[in-house]
């Protein structure tokens, strides 16, 4: 990582490396693998992979600069028959768990097509720029480095672990991140 000399190349860096992990882990999987839930209380790998994907789109593209999601630019909420707006936060678990998603290579084609997207955008933010608060639902007034640490990182690397255990309940190997 010597190439890295900034904090928005830094949070680039690990930001396309999760997405491109959650890509990674849906790929291999079949439909009915991709909705497997551990347990009743669980979401399913798609739901978590979607979730991800849609945070970090939403995160970077509108709640930093009002910008249009991929999500919507690409109309996949219409194509897919999902949410619009919702990317799964403060989801009612009965809503969120009968969600169904299109084949594994299409779901990590959204995924990929995000970390391309918000590397770039990421990758060329400025201290000043990363500094300054915005508002993020449910957190509030955050500034964006937080908002790329917390919401987008660490939220969406813990989503990560819970795609490989159902990964591994059901056989498949681990991603190894």
Do not use: C
């Amino acid at each position: 990582m010597s190439d890295i000399e900034s904090t928005g190349k830094f949070l680039a860096f690990l930001v396309k490396d999760m997405l491109n992990s959650v890509a990674m882990s849906v790929e291999d999987l079949s439909l009915e693998e991709l909705h497997y839930r551990v347990h009743g209380n669980a979401n399913h790998i798609a739901f978590e992979a979607w979730h991800i994907a849609r945070t970090s789109d939403n995160i970077v593209h509108f709640a930093f600069d009002r910008e249009q999601p991929i999500w919507l630019r690409k109309g996949l909420h219409e194509a897919w028959n999902l949410p619009k707006v919702d990317q799964g936060t403060d989801m009612e678990p009965e809503v969120a768990y009968s969600l169904r998603f299109p084949e594994p290579m299409v779901l990590a084609g959204y995924i990929r097509d995000v970390a391309v997207a918000v590397e770039s955008r990421i990758g060329n933010m400025k201290d000043d720029y990363l500094s300054a608060e915005v508002r993020v639902h449910p957190h509030g007034e955050i500034s964006r480095i937080q908002a790329l640490g917390q919401v987008v990182i660490v939220h969406g690397s813990n989503h990560l672990g819970q795609i490989n255990l159902a990964r591994t309940f059901q056989g498949k190997s681990s991603i190894g991140f």
